[in-house]
């Protein structure tokens, strides 16, 4: 159902939450823009539950993103493709998908099964991004998901137990947050959404892990493996494997659909269809 009005209250809402983002330093310019684009299209073409768990997700991402940031940056800095302020791509890779599944909910009559699509890719950037900003400070060096090895705080594919706890209480709080929401605004009570979130997330994040460990791009720098191509003065890094183009917006938009995917399996499994 397409409702012009709600698509301006989308509009506005996202550029006035990613106005206090970018002043706080979550987001560039560009990023404000991509919060924009998202924002309007889930709560226009979605509605207030889609837009409510967007909000949180953004709104624990930037809070997590600045929770002991200068420690971080010591830690695996230099590992990561960007920093603290999303950018376009960024914003765009972790909204895009789910914006584009709340326009194909309006457009297919607001099937219950595109909502758990929606809830299991949100599921999975949250669950992400909280293992990513809570896993680094570990006290136990994490482990390569393939091999099992010890790498370095920050490896793209290390996991921890900090981190796979952060993933499972992230895709909870989507979940949690859709099933209330949705209750309020429909009247309809969803509870299968739960497992499908916190297995949807939980995948989605392990997938995450996975890409990075085998086909991410990754650069030889000379403190070591990272996924920046060039450094802070512009010195270009050779590339150290995986494909020149799976940089880490790819990993987390493919992640997400995986997420998805896995949601709606779950869901149907659990409600019997």
Known sequence: MFDPSRIITGLLLSTLIGAVAYRRGSLDRGGWLGAIIT???TFGFGG????????VFFVTSSVLSHFRQAQKQRIAGEKFEKGGRRDLWQALANGGAGAAVALLYALAGEPVTLLVV????????TADTWATEIGVLSPQQPRLITTGRLVAPGTSGGVTAYGLGASAGGALLIGTTVMLAFAVER???LPML???ALAGGVAGSLVDSLI???????????????????????QQYPLLRGWPWMNNDAVNFLSSLAGGVVAL????LAAGT
């Open 194 to 196: 739960l497992p499908a």
């Open 39 to 41: 924002g309007a299209a």
């Open 212 to 234: 990075g460990a085998t086909v991410q791009a990754m650069y030889l720098a000379p403190g070591g493996e990272t996924e920046r191509r060039a450094g802070r003065h512009g």
């Open 118 to 125: 929606f809830v299991g890719i949100l599921a999975t950037v």
């Open 48 to 55: 207030w539950t889609w837009g409510g768990a967007l909000v």
């Open 187 to 189: 009247g309809a009570w």
């Open 265 to 268: 399996l779950v869901y149907a």
